[in-house]
């Protein structure tokens, strides 16, 4: 069967992996790319949209697909206005799964944050809260909304935090045992690889947290 998916955030991090992976899988016959700038692939099987995300509504005739991929999230550097921050980790996300139900499309796959959590003090953590929330309020048949630890690997965008965590949560890897492995600094290609394993495979929880990410990866071979 030959299926079409919805990628928002293709320009990102996790979304240029996942992108590549969809790419390169024969059971998709087109990738519709919903974002503001082109990613610059020459695929047949790829289709730009060039919208803008934070009025995605405009695209309801276009946002048809069996699966929908959503991988946008900005950070509090990147975007210190926190109005403009919800409208993009908050709102894009919610205006997709609402869009996801009313053109019937069943499965949803989102990337949201440890720590989400709508009662938190940070609002970082409210924000993707709250997203969980609204998202799951659409009650679209197959959802799950993955919350990945510290994501490993190098980006484009130098964040002297992030890069000082990642050293230290290397160097801690080893004793996050039990309980603890959703701790663990994750590969950003097993974030990309866990997706598009739950839309071939669906699983029967719908809140993934970091060590079930991995889990689910290496269920596939």
């Known amino acids: 069967m030959s299926k079409t998916a919805i990628l928002l955030g293709a320009t990102g991090f996790i979304g240029g992996l996942l992108l590549e992976r969809l790419i390169a899988d ?25 919208v803008d995300l934070r009025s995605l509504e405009a695209a309801k005739d276009q946002f048809l697909a069996d699966e929908i991929f959503c991988c946008i999230g900005t950070t509090a550097a990147k975007t210190k206005d926190k109005k403009k921050y919800k409208s993009i980790d908050y709102g ?12 019937n ?56 935090g992030e890069r000082i965590g990642k050293i230290f949560m290397t160097a801690l890897n080893p004793f996050l045992i039990g309980s603890y492995e959703k701790y663990k600094i994750i590969n950003p290609e097993t974030i990309a690889n866990c997706m598009t394993v739950l839309a071939k495979n669906p699983v029967n929880e719908t809140i993934i947290s970091s060590d079930k990410i991995v889990t689910i990866t290496k269920s596939i071979k």
């Open 26 to 50: 024969v059971s998709y016959e087109k990738i519709k790319l919903f974002s503001r700038s082109s990613v610059h692939i020459t695929s047949p099987k790829v289709e730009e949209h060039l």
């Open 92 to 103: 894009i996300p919610v205006a997709a799964a609402k869009l996801a139900k009313q053109n």
């Open 105 to 160: 499309i069943n499965t949803f796959i989102v990337l949201s944050s440890m720590g989400a959590d709508v009662s938190s003090s940070v609002f970082y953590s409210k924000t993707k809260g709250e997203m969980e929330r609204d998202v799951l309020a659409q009650k679209i048949p197959q959802t799950f909304i993955l919350r990945p630890s510290l994501i490993g690997g190098r980006r484009e965008e130098f964040r002297l």
